[in-house]
Nanobody
Framework: QVQLVESGGGLVQAGGSLRLSCAAS????????MGWFRQAPGNQRELVAR???????IYADSVKGRFTISRDNAKNTAYLQMDSLKPEDTAVYYC??????????????WGQGTLVTASA
């Protein structure tokens, strides 16, 4: 089994910053891409940022220049640095990872989500 545990969400004023962490644990051989998604009430889940095992990144247009995704492969952990937060960034943020397990299977794993609220 593989688990993703997110942390770092919370309440911040608009213009402020938060840093999310996503730690993977379990029977992991390697992790391919890791990503952050978010879902606001009444909206579909959307991709925020994604990083490959080689550290190539993509971002949603709405967060470019404000959010930075990174990863520490030695710790099986991904991060999302969120600066200049806006009220429209308010959502539950989910971590996602493509994991090759120690027995050779491939799993797409989701975290439980962490709430980010940016107040006006």
């Amino acid at each position: 089994q593989v688990q993703l545990v997110e942390s770092g969400g919370g309440l911040v004023q608009a213009g402020g910053s938060l840093r999310l962490s996503c730690a993977a644990s379990g029977s992991i051989f390697s992790i391919n891409a890791m990503g952050w998604f978010r879902q606001a009430p009444g909206n579909q889940r959307e991709l925020v940022a994604r990083i490959t095992s080689g550290s190539s990144t993509i971002y949603a247009d709405s967060v470019k220049g404000r959010f930075t995704i990174s990863r520490d492969n030695a710790k099986n952990t991904a991060y999302l640095q969120m600066d200049s937060l806006k009220p429209e960034d308010t959502a539950v943020y989910y971590c996602n990872a493509g994991v090759v397990t120690s027995v050779g299977s491939y799993l797409e794993v989701w975290g439980q989500g962490t709430l980010v609220t940016a107040s006006a």
